[in-house]
């Protein structure tokens, strides 16, 4: 196994499975829940860890090269997703969810649009850490680590691969 392939392999394994357990720290032991962006952000984890997980199980050939390759996409999209919350936290543009704003539909009253509310909007900070979001954490990090997985894949030879 070269190098570069056996880095990008543990890359692709570790950091969405860090992230996911930084996420549930918070959620589970700090008390921020998340809101339906943070959400997107770990169902994008969970499928990198898919194929992370498969390239350490199948047998040596293109296949693993790609099941890597698979997961730092997916880990890229996780930070895209970071990236896009973020700015709805900072105010740059709009969410598109209803977990950005009180909407009142057609015949709904005020007071049923607002019970029926999110609890944890995704238009709000709720911690950050040098001035930076959770979801801008994720995307700095994802990207960082989707780049670096894809980067030390391409380097790979295919002859070489363990």
């Known amino acids: 196994m070269t190098n570069n392939f056996a880095r990008a392999r543990i890359v692709a394994l570790v950091v969405p499975a860090a992230l996911l357990v930084g996420a549930y720290y918070f959620e589970y032991v700090v008390g921020l829940y ?3 962006m943070c959400w997107w952000q770990r169902y994008a984890h969970f499928v990198a860890l898919i194929p992370a997980l498969l390239a350490f199980v199948v ?3 293109p296949l693993r090269i790609w099941l890597v390759r698979l997961a730092g996409v ?3 999209m996780s930070g895209a997703i970071g990236a896009f919350h973020a700015g709805v936290e900072y105010g740059w543009w709009e969410g598109f969810t209803q977990c ?6 057609d015949g709904q009253s005020a007071l049923d649009a607002i019970m029926n509310a999110p609890t944890v909007r995704c ?3 709720q911690w950050s850490f040098m001035g930076i979001s959770m979801a801008g954490w ?14 030390l894949s391409a380097r790979t030879r295919r002859s070489r691969v363990g």
């Open 34 to 36: 998340p809101c339906e």
């Open 59 to 61: 047998p040596v050939g």
């Open 74 to 76: 997916a880990i890229l």
């Open 100 to 105: 950005t704003a009180l909407t009142i539909g």
């Open 123 to 125: 238009d709000e900070v």
């Open 138 to 151: 994720n995307f700095l990090i994802s990207t960082v680590a989707g780049v670096v997985v894809l980067v």
